[in-house]
């Protein structure tokens, strides 16, 4: 899928409808994109949609984890890795742990291991757009939970995502890409 979003709030709230797209049991949400992309934004927009107030989170670069408890019972895990070297380094975090039942696991970064990451997750790439605060965000399932969330995240997005607008994924089946600050 993909979005136009033309300002930071806009992506705050398609990250809200994906908090509320996932499953109980949780999911991995990798994040990518440029310095200054908007990716902890999306993750706070993650966090609302889970009762977390977007004050609460912040981007985790130096101490690499943070985990918020949300609403019901699930919890925000929202993981950076741009400060990490490898795998390894990744797993002594106790990164496994987080990949609890119940946790939505937010990886920004997620490119640098991808290895790392289950293999059903939803990968959103934040790209800036045109004018300073728009972006476009692109998602894409590698599973087929993640696929059966991003059709969900799709039909919840189209009256809650604050004056982000869907634009046509293209040819490739399973893919949406969305446009975010």
């Not at 019972?73 to 990949?99: I, K, P």
């Not at 946790?103 to 059903?120: I, K, Q, T, Y």
């Not at 939803?122 to 790209?127: A, D, G, L, S």
Request: net charge negative; proline share 8%; charged share 25%.
């Amino acid at each position: 899928m993909r979005w136009d979003s033309p300002n930071p709030e806009a992506t705050r709230a398609l990250a809200t409808a994906l908090a509320r797209a996932l499953p109980a049991a949780g999911g991995t949400v990798a994040l990518s994109g440029p310095l200054g992309a908007g990716k902890t934004v999306f993750v706070k927009g993650l966090g609302e949609g889970l009762g977390i107030p977007a004050d609460q989170v912040a981007s985790p670069t130096f101490v690499i984890a943070n985990l918020h408890p949300g609403a019901g019972g699930r919890a925000l895990a929202h993981v950076d890795v741009y400060r990490l070297e490898s795998a390894d380094e990744l797993e002594a975090t106790g990164f496994a742990d987080l990949l609890a039942p119940g946790h939505v696991v937010a990886v920004e970064w997620a490119e640098r291991f991808p290895a790392a990451l289950p293999a059903d997750r939803i990968e959103v790439r934040i790209e800036r757009g045109e004018r300073e605060a728009e972006r476009v965000v692109v998602a894409e399932a590698t599973g087929p939970e993640a696929a059966a969330t991003l059709l969900r995240w799709g039909r919840l997005a189209e009256g809650a995502a604050g004056g982000a607008e869907e634009r046509d994924p293209g040819p490739e089946p399973g893919r949406a890409e969305a446009t975010c600050p």
